[in-house]
């Protein structure tokens, strides 16, 4: 797989741009990003703001995987099955015919980093077609990786994604996870416990922000070539943030006010989809 780090574009859905309530934060996204000189462009054809679910997922430079967008937290209204967009349709129009899959998996539910990919067990669930092991090895030949590695999902997340809950390093051995609070580090123990054992060391890092109402994990930021774009949200909380990406980045990380993501339950990662072009 393409590793966030080897990506050069960005693309949003144009619905970030054009509703109302969003378009500050990508006005701020933008901006950004035309300050580091990172491409960047919008999504047509789309309908919900979080492409990293939808979009295909990024193999090789001219191999994508488009997967069955079809997850169980959508399809109990009608109201929000409307809100489901064919990634394979919206890629098409950028001039890129994906490979498609009847696997049923959210790009927000994959975390990985040479050969080595992290997806909550939600996947197992939402494929019972699939006999287990034969579901992880149709994955690891569509993602032409080496390793699968489940972890449990965070208790109370609806939609069951990854990308809140653990990033690579840059390296395949070494992981963060959230720093969370105290009532919650029974998840934090079993997540762990998951890692560990295909040998990959892990490390509390990242600091849940208690106070922001909705998704407030930092760890949901958006990683292309060297830069990190990571959220924050205008509280004193923030501070803890910032020294954690410059621990990690360096004079490459940048903070974005999120908070209008936050409160729809998503935050950078989740409304961003990027690859090489």
Same mark, same amino acid.
């Given at each position: 797989?393409? $590793?966030?780090?080897?990506?050069?574009?960005?693309?949003?859905?144009?619905?970030?741009?054009?509703?109302?309530?969003?378009?500050?934060? #990508? @006005?701020?996204?933008?901006?950004?990003?035309?300050?580091?000189?990172?491409?960047?462009?919008?999504?047509?054809?789309t309908?919900?703001?979080?492409?990293r679910?939808?979009?295909?997922?990024?193999?090789?430079?001219?191999?994508?995987?488009? #997967?069955?967008?079809?997850?169980?937290?959508?399809? =109990?209204?009608?109201?929000?099955?409307?809100?489901?967009t064919?990634?394979?349709a919206?890629?098409?129009?950028?001039? %890129?015919?994906?490979?498609?899959? =009847?696997? @049923?998996?959210?790009?927000?539910?994959? &975390?990985?980093?040479?050969?080595? &990919?992290?997806?909550?067990?939600?996947? +197992?669930r939402? =494929? !019972?077609?699939?006999?287990?092991?034969?579901?992880?090895?149709? /994955?690891?030949?569509?993602?032409?990786?080496?390793?699968?590695? /489940? %972890?449990r999902?965070?208790? *109370?997340?609806?939609?069951?994604?990854?990308?809140?809950?653990?990033?690579?390093? /840059?390296? $395949?051995?070494?992981? #963060? %996870?959230?720093?969370?609070?105290?009532?919650?580090? $029974?998840i934090?123990?079993? +997540?762990?416990?998951?890692?560990? @054992?295909?040998?990959i060391? &892990?490390?509390?890092?990242?600091p849940? =922000?208690?106070?922001? +109402?909705?998704?407030?994990v !930092?760890?949901?930021?958006?990683? &292309?070539?060297k830069?990190?774009?990571?959220?924050?949200?205008? /509280?004193?909380?923030?501070?803890?943030?910032?020294?954690? #990406?410059?621990?990690?980045?360096? !004079?490459? *990380?940048?903070?974005i006010?999120a $908070?209008?993501?936050?409160?729809?339950?998503?935050?950078?990662?989740?409304?961003?989809?990027?690859?090489?072009r």
């Open positions: 797989m393409i $590793n966030d780090c080897q990506t050069n574009t960005v693309y949003v859905s144009s619905l970030l741009k054009t509703r109302k309530q969003f378009a500050p934060v #990508f @006005k701020r996204l933008t901006e950004t990003l035309d300050e580091l000189r990172v491409p960047w462009n919008v999504l047509e054809g309908n919900d703001i979080w492409a679910d939808y979009m295909p997922v990024q193999v090789s430079k001219t191999h994508f995987v488009q #997967f069955d967008y079809h997850p169980s937290y959508l399809m =109990n209204s009608a109201y929000w099955r409307k809100t489901i064919d990634g394979a919206v890629v098409r129009r950028l001039g %890129i015919e994906p490979e498609l899959s =009847n696997i @049923k998996l959210d790009g927000g539910n994959l &975390v990985h980093f040479d050969g080595k &990919v992290i997806i909550t067990d939600r996947v +197992v939402e =494929n !019972p077609q699939y006999e287990k092991k034969a579901l992880l090895k149709e /994955l690891k030949r569509l993602l032409e990786v080496d390793e699968i590695i /489940l %972890i999902e965070e208790p *109370g997340d609806e939609f069951g994604h990854a990308d809140g809950m653990a990033w690579f390093s /840059l390296r $395949n051995d070494l992981v #963060f %996870i959230n720093e969370y609070p105290p009532g919650m580090r $029974n934090e123990k079993q +997540v762990t416990e998951d890692i560990e @054992k295909h040998g060391k &892990v490390l509390r890092f990242f849940v =922000n208690q106070h922001m +109402v909705g998704a407030g !930092p760890i949901n930021f958006l990683q &292309v070539g830069w990190a774009l990571y959220p924050v949200f205008g /509280l004193k909380t923030d501070d803890a943030t910032r020294r954690t #990406f410059k621990t990690l980045f360096g !004079p490459f *990380g940048r903070p006010r $908070n209008e993501l936050a409160r729809e339950g998503g935050l950078l990662h989740c409304a961003t989809w990027n690859i090489l």
